[in-house]
């Protein structure tokens, strides 16, 4: 992992021995494997992408949540769910967005 919103620093875990910087008794109640803990947290770096794409939008032009809604003829609590990471917006939603912040939307495909 590199970046984004996470901030934690590796370390060594004696009981698994592996470098990380999840914690690790965190993985044992989920009762998911490190590897699939993994994946699972580099899947959530897109959706918060999206989610500080959409505040970054917002705020250069100093729009409120609810602002921002009235221009998409939505509700607040749409804004507020896109901002939160918790959503994956459709390519309409991203369009109107685009609009209401006089922005553009761009999808790029790279490699890995």
């Known amino acids: 992992m590199s970046g984004g919103c996470f901030n934690s620093v590796p370390r060594r875990d004696r009981s698994v021995g592996l470098e990380s910087g999840i914690h690790m008794p965190l993985i044992a109640k989920s009762g998911l494997s490190i590897r699939n803990t993994r994946r699972h947290i580099e899947g959530l770096e897109e959706e918060f992408a999206v989610a500080k794409a959409v505040i970054e939008a917002r705020t250069r032009i100093r729009l409120t949540q609810a602002q921002l809604a009235e221009r998409m003829k939505t509700t607040q609590s749409v804004i507020a769910r896109l901002e939160s990471g918790k959503g994956r917006p ?19 495909l790279v490699p890995e």
């Open 90 to 108: 459709s390519t309409t939603t991203l369009r109107n967005l685009a609009r209401a912040t006089g922005t553009r939307v761009e999808i790029r």
